[in-house]
């Protein structure tokens, strides 16, 4: 075992059994002849359960294992290296084999490519921390249930329908192992929870929730709050009014923010960079956001949500600056993507690991003077976002604001603006860090974007 994994006895032991298949894969490709090759193990096992009317909904177990074989052929005065992929859920001696020769049938056939292959051993990971990201945990279909219809009464109790209530929790593992040599395994627990509620005023239904999620079900926010929380947002949508087109500030409540986030990350992955397919190619040592902006990636904090020894390269994952005083200090590379771009990788194959955007402003209220009269937006439909442009459009709603204070919803609306003006414009970013996901930020504040109205 990895040192300071902390699951417990039955884990480890299917732990090793994986590895042991992996291993054993590995040398079977060895005496087909591959020139290289890696081995995905991945098993895991959850329990989810929804409810509607106070009656239990849906209940569902889920038990899954693969097992997946990449091999890397070269070939006779061709440069580069051919790669085969297969995999199976079956994991019995004649479905592996069978994917193994899948795997190696690909790679005979396929074009060699100059940039494939495994990571350099030099890069290979060799520091096994503590993630903490293993929490031990009880779970029931019961407990579960029971969970989820609390949340629902609460919600009930406030005056709300309820459209649907949901508790979900699970764990897992994963082996990879590469013919350099290298075996190493990640593992974790997850559990979730939400509740949609509905309402209504004068014949106008409105909807929201609120939803929350941690390594482990006692991390989660209690059940009866969560219901409050559900239908309190429910209930301010209702009664919204139109609001007339223009360039106002727009203020980003933390939970849609975090797609601000995701949309860097898009940019600054290897695949885009690599592919023209991103506004900020080149844009690495230039300034992005503005000079008080520091982003981090981390994925060493202890139970995070993207907490990771390895990438899926098998590369060592480190801490580092993303942004620095608004500069963009590099990208995310896997092996192959680097090698595309002449960089080195970043030992981010898979994405990126527990992003935290400092602030620099205080919470939501706080925020809510500094934007003085703009429209706050706590909730984004479509997927308007050109990742070659950058151009952004996207259906809103939520509230106008006068004086700092909220005046009153609105919806069917559309924020428009180009992300790169977006990240310039940045005003500020609040300490009201949504915590539930690899992307943490507060709130943000954009100077200036175009509102289509709906009057």
């Known amino acids: 075992m990895q040192r300071g994994e902390s699951v417990n006895q039955e884990?480890?032991?299917?732990?090793?059994?994986?590895?042991?298949?992996?291993a054993e894969v590995l040398e079977t490709v060895k005496r087909l002849g591959a020139f290289e090759a890696e081995v995905v193990y991945s098993q895991g096992s959850g329990l989810a359960v929804s409810t509607r009317g106070g009656q239990v909904d849906t209940v569902e177990r889920n038990d899954d294992r693969s097992l997946a074989v990449t091999v890397y052929l070269k070939k006779p005065d061709q440069q580069g290296l051919s790669k085969g992929s297969a995999s199976t859920a079956v994991l019995d001696a004649d479905a592996i084999a069978l994917s193994v020769e899948k795997a190696m049938n690909i790679a005979r056939w396929t074009e060699p490519d100059p940039h494939m292959g495994l990571a350099d051993p030099s890069l290979l990971a060799t520091q096994f921390p503590d993630l903490q990201t293993w929490k031990p945990q009880t779970v029931s279909a019961d407990a579960l249930i029971q969970r989820a219809l609390q949340a629902e009464s609460a919600a009930r109790e406030c005056g709300v329908s309820v459209d649907n209530s949901s508790a979900q929790a699970g764990e897992g593992f994963s082996v990879y192992g590469n013919s350099h040599g290298f075996i190493g395994h990640q593992a974790g627990t997850t559990a979730s929870a939400s509740v949609v509620a509905?309402?209504?005023?004068?014949?106008?239904?409105?909807?929201?929730?609120?939803?929350?999620?941690?390594?482990?079900?006692?991390?989660?926010m209690p059940a009866e709050d969560m219901g409050e929380q559900a239908a309190c947002r429910t209930q301010k949508r209702l009664g919204a009014k139109k609001l007339a087109s223009g360039s106002y500030p727009v203020l980003f409540e933390a939970p849609v923010a975090k797609s601000l986030v995701g949309h860097l990350l898009q940019a600054i992955s290897g695949s885009a960079l690599y592919q023209d397919a991103s506004f900020l190619k080149g844009a690495a040592g230039q300034a992005v956001f503005p000079s008080w902006l520091q982003i981090s990636e981390d994925p060493f904090v202890p139970g995070g949500f993207a907490s990771r020894h390895f990438d899926n390269d098998g590369v060592q994952t480190r801490a580092r600056s993303l942004v620095s005083d608004g500069v963009l200090q590099g990208y995310l590379l896997s092996c192959y993507a680097a090698r595309r771009l002449g960089l080195e990788p970043t030992g981010n194959a898979g994405g990126a690991h527990n992003i935290e955007v400092h602030a620099n402003a205080g919470d939501l209220p706080a925020l809510l003077k500094q934007l003085d009269t703009g429209l706050l937006v706590t909730e984004l439909m479509g997927q308007g976002m050109n990742p070659v442009t950058g151009d952004y459009s996207r259906g809103a709603s939520g509230f106008w604001v006068e004086n700092g204070q909220i005046q009153y919803p609105v919806n069917e609306i559309t924020v428009a603006g180009n992300l790169k003006d977006m990240y310039a414009g940045l005003q500020a970013v609040g300490s009201d860090t949504d915590k539930r996901s690899k992307i943490q930020t507060g709130s943000w504040l954009i100077d200036k974007m175009a509102v289509a109205g709906n009057r």
């Open 198 to 220: 509905l309402a209504e005023h004068d014949g106008a239904m409105e909807r929201d929730y609120w939803w929350d999620a941690s390594r482990h079900l006692a991390g989660l």
């Open 11 to 22: 884990i480890k032991t299917k732990i090793e059994n994986a590895k042991s298949i992996v």
